[in-house]
């Protein structure tokens, strides 16, 4: 596999992952978004100059260009879920809706969470029935400093992790956004589980979540693809054959 240059891909040691694995056809990861961001967002999954996980398909629920209910989102994740989707990002902005809606979707993250399907979402996308749910991972944006950017509201970047979203590259020009972060985020999900075939759903969430740390950096956990590695092969889980070999 070719080494992979890229100071955002460095920043959170994505390059040294890249190196090792890139997904899996298995692993499939669930998007749900207005069609043209669905293809913004899938992009840094699948396509260059990043491709996080570019073995791994994209299954798209598309919306409509003003976002989902949070009815509409527990059927879009309920059906990803129900076709063996293994992670589930959302894409687009949730209205609060009504409490029967917000119920609902409770009930979907809560299946979700039953089956062991991580669900990464943009920090601030939601009501806190999404993005405060105990299963859901809200990811902000950061530039390459590894600092919050700068249109992230403070108070939505409390829990999760931040990834790079400001000015990223990709085969439509730059984009920035949480959404964007998120897409980071997901794809090193697809990404670990095409390395540890074996690894259940709340180890790949785990592995994700722990980040790293910087005592000048405010906000969460910043995104770490090679301590989420190390924390798979910690619990002995076992690798793919193509990694035991390769």
Same mark, same amino acid.
């Given at each position: ?22 997904? +899996? ?6 998007? &749900?978004?207005?069609? +043209?961001?669905?293809?913004?967002l ?11 996980? %570019?073995?791994?398909?994209?299954? =798209? ?6 976002? /989902?209910?949070?009815?509409?989102? *527990?059927?879009?994740? *309920? ?8 992670l589930?990002? &959302?894409? #687009?902005?949730? #209205?609060? @809706? #009504? ?11 809560? /299946? ?13 996308? @939601?009501?806190?029935?999404? #993005?405060?749910?105990?299963?859901? $991972?809200p990811?902000?944006?950061? +530039?390459?400093?590894?600092?919050? +950017? ?13 990834? %790079? ?5 990709? %085969?439509?020009?730059? *984009?920035?956004?949480?959404? $964007? ?12 589980? @095409? ?8 180890? =790949? ?5 722990i ?17 989420a ?18």
């Amino acid at each position: 596999m070719p080494r992979l240059r890229s100071p955002l891909l460095d920043l959170v040691r994505l390059s040294w992952a890249r190196r090792r694995g890139a997904g +899996s056809p298995e692993v499939a990861v669930g998007l &749900v978004a207005e069609p +043209s961001e669905a293809s913004v967002l899938a992009a840094v999954l699948s396509a260059e100059p990043l491709a996080v996980c %570019p073995l791994s398909p994209v299954v =798209v629920r598309p919306t409509g260009a003003a976002g /989902s209910t949070p009815g509409g989102l *527990a059927v879009a994740l *309920a059906g990803l879920v129900a076709e063996g989707v293994r992670l589930l990002l &959302v894409g #687009t902005p949730v #209205t609060d @809706g #009504t409490e029967r809606e917000r119920r609902a979707l409770a009930e979907v993250l809560d /299946s979700a969470e039953a089956a062991g399907v991580p669900v990464v979402v943009p920090a601030g996308s @939601g009501p806190p029935v999404l #993005t405060g749910h105990r299963w859901v $991972i809200p990811v902000a944006s950061c +530039s390459v400093s590894g600092r919050l +950017s700068w249109f992230v509201e403070f108070e939505d970047a409390q829990r999760g992790l931040l990834a %790079p979203g400001q000015d990223v590259p990709g %085969p439509l020009g730059p *984009a920035s956004g949480n959404g $964007i972060a998120a897409a980071w985020v997901a794809g090193t999900g697809a990404l670990l589980w @095409g390395m540890f075939p074996g690894a259940s759903g709340a180890q =790949v969430r785990a592995a994700l979540s722990i980040g790293s740390l910087h005592a000048h950096r405010s906000g969460p956990p910043l995104l770490d693809a090679q301590r989420a590695v190390e924390f798979l092969e910690r619990l002995a889980v076992a690798p793919s054959a193509w990694r035991a070999t390769g």
